[in-house]
């Protein structure tokens, strides 16, 4: 079952995801339509560190834990993404991603990304720009 009753609750909960903040309502409207809704049980693994990766999980609800070396680096509610850099390149994953209770996901691929990017060039910009500002701010923290 859809957990958007409307379209656009879709779009805006994409939206509120700092990585997609600064499309525009149709660029924002074609990320939607290529996002897949999927309900996940808790202690599900949806990716493995080390294995290749090739998409990226956005909650809708519940809860995604975020490892590494087997050790808990982070735990993401809703509004939250883990998983975008399999979108940019085919490295192996950084982390292991496991729910940690029953969760909505928007589950986004690499491939409907590149043919988002294809159609819409603006996109590239526009997440070129908000990931410089990520880099940034992690720079500033390591750096000061």
Known sequence: ??????????????????????LSQKELAE????????????????????????????VVSGEITIRRNNRKLATIGAGGIAGEMALLDESPRSATLITSADSDLLVFSRRDFRLLLDELPSVSRKLLATLS????????????
Request: proline fraction near 3%; include cysteine.
């Open 1 to 22: 079952m859809a957990h958007f009753k409307r379209k656009s609750d879709k779009i805006a909960h994409i939206q509120s995801i700092p990585l997609f903040s600064k």
């Open 31 to 58: 990320v939607a339509r290529h996002c897949e809704e999927i309900q996940v049980k808790a202690k599900q693994v949806l990716a493995n560190e080390g294995k290749p990766g090739s998409e990226c999980f956005i």
């Open 133 to 144: 500002e990520r880099l940034r701010d992690t720079d500033k923290a390591w750096v000061g």
